[in-house]
DNA sequence: CTGTATCCTCACAGATACTG
DNA sequence: CAGTATCTGTGAGGATACAG
């Protein structure tokens, strides 16, 4: 399993049951993780596929961001031993069901963006 | 309102459907802004209290975090004008329909925690 | 095609002290 | 009680080049 938050076990009584949401929050909340999951979500996609679908993002930062999902157990790597190798990406079951979320907070953006533009 | 995403208005064909998911995660993403709305969402509650309530948190954080949740419409900021001054924090009506969202990301994390412990 | 390896910077966050 | 003002450090993330 990936990274726990710094002091995750630190939570005091009080703010226990916030807790889960750091947690939640910490697995979506990378900078690209919200849009690799949506696209994921519909479909499984290889490596410069991605690229191709998230401008802006690097290189780097899409193989951080993918590895850090894979460790987490939202995302599975699966390679194509061809030439060139393939690799695809897919959610995990665990990553589905993260999905009904990241689509709530589509529907709240655009909502948040209607009402205040 | 507050900042906007950098480029967010970089977004292409392929992924703007993506980018209210990042608009919300970046409004609810900063380190302490789920605990805090998460409070706020059972009750209002003051400044130092909400620093009770949060433990690690520093003085200088905490407003921080208010001041980007009320520059974003989440957060509502009501001064009292006795002495000593007392100041009070509440959801707005947008903040109050982030809830459901929060909820869900706490009920995600509480299941992913008894699946990977 | 799918990555590593470096180097760099700058925004975010911690610590501490001070104030109306 | 509810903040501001500095100073400082860390690490997430960008740019670029190289590699199997």
Redesign the interface.
Same mark, same amino acid.
């Given at each position: %399993?990936g990274n726990r938050l710094n =002091?995750f076990g +630190?939570c005091?009584i009080? /703010?226990e049951?916030?807790? *889960?949401?750091? !947690?939640? !929050?910490h697995?979506? =909340?990378g900078k690209w993780k =919200? /849009?690799i999951i949506?696209?994921l979500s519909k479909k499984d996609t290889r490596f410069n596929e991605l690229k191709? !679908?998230? *401008?802006?993002i690097s290189q780097r930062m899409l193989t951080l961001q993918l590895r850090e999902l894979e460790a987490d157990?939202i995302v599975k790597r699966k390679v194509e031993e061809t030439i060139p190798i393939k690799v695809g990406y897919s959610l995990t079951h665990?990553g589905e069901?993260?999905t *009904?979320?990241?689509q709530? %907070?589509? %529907?709240? =953006?655009? +909502?948040?963006?209607s009402?205040?533009e």
């Open positions: %399993m =002091g +630190d005091s009080e /703010v049951r916030a807790c *889960p949401i750091e !947690l939640t !929050l697995i979506i =909340g =919200g /849009v949506n696209i191709r !679908l998230i *401008p802006g157990g665990q069901s993260l *009904p979320i990241i709530s %907070m589509r %529907m709240w =953006g655009n +909502d948040y963006i009402k205040n």
